[in-house]
T-cell receptor
Protein backbone atom coordinates (compact mmCIF):
# COMPACT_ATOMS: atom_id res chain seq x y z
CA UNK A 1 0.00 0.00 0.00
CA UNK A 2 1.31 3.45 -0.93
CA UNK A 3 1.92 5.45 2.21
CA UNK A 4 3.74 8.55 3.40
CA UNK A 5 4.59 8.81 7.08
CA UNK A 6 5.86 12.01 8.65
CA UNK A 7 7.48 12.56 12.01
CA UNK A 8 7.22 14.13 14.42
CA UNK A 9 3.54 15.07 14.35
CA UNK A 10 4.37 18.33 16.07
CA UNK A 11 7.48 20.16 17.15
CA UNK A 12 8.20 23.25 19.22
CA UNK A 13 11.61 24.92 19.05
CA UNK A 14 13.10 28.26 20.02
CA UNK A 15 13.70 30.94 17.45
CA UNK A 16 17.16 30.67 15.94
CA UNK A 17 17.46 26.93 16.47
CA UNK A 18 17.72 24.32 13.71
CA UNK A 19 15.33 21.42 13.23
CA UNK A 20 14.84 18.40 10.99
CA UNK A 21 11.55 16.90 9.87
CA UNK A 22 11.30 13.35 8.59
CA UNK A 23 9.32 11.68 5.82
CA UNK A 24 9.26 7.95 5.05
CA UNK A 25 7.37 6.59 2.09
CA UNK A 26 6.45 3.35 0.42
CA UNK A 27 5.15 4.79 -2.87
CA UNK A 28 6.35 2.76 -5.82
CA UNK A 29 7.29 3.32 -8.53
CA UNK A 30 8.60 6.65 -7.33
CA UNK A 31 8.57 9.81 -9.42
CA UNK A 32 9.22 12.76 -7.16
CA UNK A 33 8.98 14.02 -3.62
CA UNK A 34 7.90 17.49 -2.61
CA UNK A 35 7.89 19.41 0.61
CA UNK A 36 5.17 22.00 1.12
CA UNK A 37 4.77 24.67 3.77
CA UNK A 38 1.22 25.47 4.80
CA UNK A 39 0.55 28.52 6.94
CA UNK A 40 -2.65 28.51 8.98
CA UNK A 41 -5.60 29.44 6.80
CA UNK A 42 -3.66 29.30 3.54
CA UNK A 43 -2.97 26.84 0.78
CA UNK A 44 0.26 24.81 0.69
CA UNK A 45 3.28 26.44 -0.93
CA UNK A 46 5.99 24.37 -2.56
CA UNK A 47 9.43 24.48 -0.92
CA UNK A 48 11.35 21.83 -2.84
CA UNK A 49 10.80 19.10 -5.38
CA UNK A 50 13.23 16.22 -5.91
CA UNK A 51 13.33 13.43 -8.40
CA UNK A 52 14.91 10.00 -8.04
CA UNK A 53 18.36 11.17 -9.07
CA UNK A 54 18.55 14.12 -6.69
CA UNK A 55 19.63 13.66 -3.08
CA UNK A 56 19.63 17.23 -1.83
CA UNK A 57 17.98 20.51 -2.71
CA UNK A 58 18.00 23.85 -0.95
CA UNK A 59 15.62 26.77 -0.88
CA UNK A 60 17.06 29.49 1.34
CA UNK A 61 17.15 28.19 4.90
CA UNK A 62 15.32 25.03 3.87
CA UNK A 63 17.33 21.99 2.75
CA UNK A 64 15.67 18.76 1.70
CA UNK A 65 17.43 15.44 1.37
CA UNK A 66 16.28 12.28 -0.34
CA UNK A 67 17.52 8.71 -0.01
CA UNK A 68 15.63 6.79 -2.68
CA UNK A 69 17.15 3.49 -1.55
CA UNK A 70 15.78 3.70 1.97
CA UNK A 71 12.75 5.73 0.83
CA UNK A 72 13.43 8.50 3.33
CA UNK A 73 13.49 12.25 3.07
CA UNK A 74 14.22 15.01 5.54
CA UNK A 75 13.62 18.74 5.62
CA UNK A 76 16.19 20.72 7.58
CA UNK A 77 15.41 24.26 8.66
CA UNK A 78 18.37 26.40 9.63
CA UNK A 79 18.25 29.36 12.01
CA UNK A 80 14.49 29.17 12.46
CA UNK A 81 12.36 32.28 12.40
CA UNK A 82 8.91 32.96 13.83
CA UNK A 83 7.54 32.93 10.28
CA UNK A 84 8.58 29.29 9.95
CA UNK A 85 5.69 28.35 12.22
CA UNK A 86 3.47 26.28 9.93
CA UNK A 87 2.61 22.75 8.87
CA UNK A 88 5.11 21.01 6.64
CA UNK A 89 3.71 18.40 4.31
CA UNK A 90 5.63 15.71 2.45
CA UNK A 91 4.06 14.65 -0.85
CA UNK A 92 5.20 11.70 -2.93
CA UNK A 93 4.16 11.13 -6.52
CA UNK A 94 4.13 7.85 -8.34
CA UNK A 95 5.69 7.67 -11.76
CA UNK A 96 3.86 9.30 -14.65
CA UNK A 97 0.46 9.61 -13.04
CA UNK A 98 -0.74 12.70 -11.25
CA UNK A 99 -3.39 10.61 -9.57
CA UNK A 100 -0.77 8.67 -7.61
CA UNK A 101 -0.13 11.58 -5.31
CA UNK A 102 0.18 10.58 -1.68
CA UNK A 103 0.16 13.22 1.05
CA UNK A 104 1.72 12.84 4.44
CA UNK A 105 -0.27 14.04 7.42
CA UNK A 106 2.21 16.83 8.06
CA UNK A 107 4.38 18.08 10.89
CA UNK A 108 3.09 21.07 12.83
CA UNK A 109 6.10 23.28 13.66
CA UNK A 110 5.88 26.07 16.22
CA UNK A 111 8.70 28.55 16.70
CA UNK A 112 8.83 30.23 20.10
CA UNK A 113 10.56 33.60 20.63
CA UNK B 1 -0.20 36.65 -12.33
CA UNK B 2 -2.62 36.68 -9.39
CA UNK B 3 -2.17 32.99 -8.71
CA UNK B 4 -4.98 30.49 -8.37
CA UNK B 5 -8.23 32.23 -7.45
CA UNK B 6 -10.98 30.49 -5.50
CA UNK B 7 -14.41 31.68 -4.52
CA UNK B 8 -16.06 31.96 -2.17
CA UNK B 9 -13.43 31.96 0.58
CA UNK B 10 -16.01 30.90 3.15
CA UNK B 11 -19.35 29.17 2.69
CA UNK B 12 -21.87 28.25 5.36
CA UNK B 13 -24.89 26.30 4.25
CA UNK B 14 -27.56 24.03 5.63
CA UNK B 15 -27.64 20.30 5.09
CA UNK B 16 -29.38 19.40 1.87
CA UNK B 17 -28.46 22.58 0.02
CA UNK B 18 -26.41 22.69 -3.15
CA UNK B 19 -22.92 24.14 -2.88
CA UNK B 20 -20.78 25.32 -5.79
CA UNK B 21 -17.11 26.12 -5.37
CA UNK B 22 -15.24 27.99 -8.08
CA UNK B 23 -11.66 28.07 -9.26
CA UNK B 24 -9.67 30.10 -11.77
CA UNK B 25 -6.30 28.47 -12.46
CA UNK B 26 -3.09 30.23 -13.38
CA UNK B 27 -3.11 31.13 -17.05
CA UNK B 28 -1.22 28.63 -19.17
CA UNK B 29 -1.40 25.79 -16.68
CA UNK B 30 -2.71 22.61 -18.29
CA UNK B 31 -3.53 20.74 -15.08
CA UNK B 32 -6.14 21.56 -12.47
CA UNK B 33 -6.66 19.69 -9.22
CA UNK B 34 -9.37 19.73 -6.56
CA UNK B 35 -8.41 18.73 -3.00
CA UNK B 36 -10.22 18.45 0.30
CA UNK B 37 -8.49 18.98 3.64
CA UNK B 38 -9.78 17.97 7.06
CA UNK B 39 -8.09 17.55 10.40
CA UNK B 40 -8.88 13.85 10.43
CA UNK B 41 -7.88 12.91 6.89
CA UNK B 42 -5.42 15.61 5.87
CA UNK B 43 -5.22 16.53 2.19
CA UNK B 44 -7.05 14.29 -0.27
CA UNK B 45 -7.04 14.53 -4.04
CA UNK B 46 -10.62 14.51 -5.33
CA UNK B 47 -10.21 14.92 -9.08
CA UNK B 48 -7.84 16.37 -11.64
CA UNK B 49 -8.16 17.71 -15.17
CA UNK B 50 -5.68 17.89 -18.02
CA UNK B 51 -6.54 20.36 -20.80
CA UNK B 52 -10.09 20.65 -19.39
CA UNK B 53 -10.66 16.89 -19.52
CA UNK B 54 -11.24 14.96 -16.28
CA UNK B 55 -8.48 12.39 -16.00
CA UNK B 56 -9.05 10.75 -12.65
CA UNK B 57 -12.06 11.23 -10.39
CA UNK B 58 -11.43 8.19 -8.21
CA UNK B 59 -11.03 10.44 -5.19
CA UNK B 60 -14.51 11.90 -5.45
CA UNK B 61 -16.22 10.56 -2.35
CA UNK B 62 -19.64 9.84 -3.86
CA UNK B 63 -22.15 10.82 -6.49
CA UNK B 64 -23.13 13.93 -4.58
CA UNK B 65 -19.84 15.44 -5.76
CA UNK B 66 -19.29 16.57 -9.33
CA UNK B 67 -16.66 18.74 -11.02
CA UNK B 68 -16.55 20.48 -14.35
CA UNK B 69 -14.04 22.46 -16.33
CA UNK B 70 -15.88 24.14 -19.22
CA UNK B 71 -12.79 26.04 -20.34
CA UNK B 72 -9.13 26.54 -19.49
CA UNK B 73 -9.79 29.39 -17.09
CA UNK B 74 -12.63 28.07 -14.95
CA UNK B 75 -13.63 25.02 -12.93
CA UNK B 76 -16.39 24.22 -10.47
CA UNK B 77 -16.83 21.65 -7.74
CA UNK B 78 -20.45 21.02 -6.84
CA UNK B 79 -21.90 19.18 -3.88
CA UNK B 80 -25.57 18.30 -4.05
CA UNK B 81 -27.07 17.68 -1.58
CA UNK B 82 -24.53 18.79 0.99
CA UNK B 83 -24.06 16.98 4.31
CA UNK B 84 -22.35 18.01 7.57
CA UNK B 85 -19.51 15.54 6.90
CA UNK B 86 -18.64 17.55 3.79
CA UNK B 87 -17.41 20.35 6.02
CA UNK B 88 -13.76 20.91 5.12
CA UNK B 89 -11.40 23.25 3.32
CA UNK B 90 -11.46 22.69 -0.42
CA UNK B 91 -8.36 23.64 -2.38
CA UNK B 92 -7.91 24.10 -6.07
CA UNK B 93 -4.41 23.84 -7.53
CA UNK B 94 -3.05 24.28 -11.02
CA UNK B 95 0.14 23.08 -12.64
CA UNK B 96 2.08 23.51 -15.86
CA UNK B 97 3.04 19.83 -15.56
CA UNK B 98 1.61 17.04 -13.47
CA UNK B 99 4.09 17.58 -10.65
CA UNK B 100 4.70 21.16 -9.50
CA UNK B 101 1.40 22.50 -8.20
CA UNK B 102 0.29 25.96 -7.15
CA UNK B 103 -2.50 26.04 -4.62
CA UNK B 104 -5.27 28.56 -4.22
CA UNK B 105 -6.25 30.02 -0.83
CA UNK B 106 -9.01 27.47 -0.34
CA UNK B 107 -12.73 27.61 0.40
CA UNK B 108 -13.76 26.81 3.95
CA UNK B 109 -17.10 25.00 3.76
CA UNK B 110 -19.31 24.53 6.79
CA UNK B 111 -22.48 22.48 6.43
CA UNK B 112 -24.83 22.71 9.41
Amino acid sequence: KNQVEQSPQSLIILEGKNCTLQCNYTVSPFSNLRWYKQDTGRGPVSLTIMTFSENTKSNGRYTATLDADTKQSSLHITASQLSDSASYICVVSGYSSASKIIFGSGTRLSIRP
Amino acid sequence: DAGVIQSPRHEVTEMGQEVTLRCKPISGHDYLFWYRQTMMRGLELLIYFNNNVPIDDSGMPEDRFSAKMPNASFSTLKIQPSEPRDSAVYFCASSPTNHEQYFGPGTRLTVT
